[in-house]
């Protein structure tokens, strides 16, 4: 319908299928008009969502030719076997958050291994706290830590964050 009203996700999505550049090149690209249109809410880290709950911690680098998935995204294709073909779903959940929904060349979701106690991800999620929480915590910390420079009381924002952990 021309000239008509539009519709617009509250949780946007884009994809990806996996070329073997994003594979040998250790990064992954983020479409420019999703970029264009939510990066200015990303910040330099973003946190990957899979199904079974864990959460990866990966680097968004900016550059002149795009932004990208960089540091941390080698482990997150590794952990989940992500291979040439494989087809990626992200839903973007606000702030720097977004869930990750991963497909095989069968077309089909994958299973996804679980990550122990003993693994050294990225991040993992606190039991009980959605996504969303953990980011929320992170903003607000950071919104205190501004607050408490300008008035100078000084706040180490890792300091705050170690005390979400139990």
Do not use: C
């Amino acid at each position: 319908m021309m000239g008509g009203r539009h519709f617009e996700s509250e949780t946007p999505h884009f994809f990806k299928i996996v070329l073997s550049d994003a594979l040998q090149n250790g990064r992954l690209g983020i479409p420019k008009k999703f970029v264009r249109k939510y990066g200015s809410n990303l910040s330099n880290l973003v946190f990957l969502q899979v199904a079974s709950g864990d959460v990866w911690e990966v680097e968004l680098l900016r550059g002149n030719d795009g932004a990208f998935l960089r540091r941390g995204w080698p482990e997150f294709v590794k952990h989940f076997a992500i291979k040439q073909g494989h087809f990626l779903v992200f839903r973007y959940e606000g702030g720097s958050a977004f869930r990750v929904v991963i497909f095989d060349k069968s077309a089909s979701e994958i299973e996804y291994p679980v990550i122990s106690e003993n693994d050294d991800p990225r991040m993992e999620e606190d039991e009980g706290d959605t996504l969303a929480e953990v980011v929320e915590a992170i903003v607000s910390l950071m919104s205190v830590q501004a607050s408490n420079l300008a008035t100078g009381e000084g706040i180490i924002l890792s300091e705050a964050v170690n005390n979400l952990r139990p």
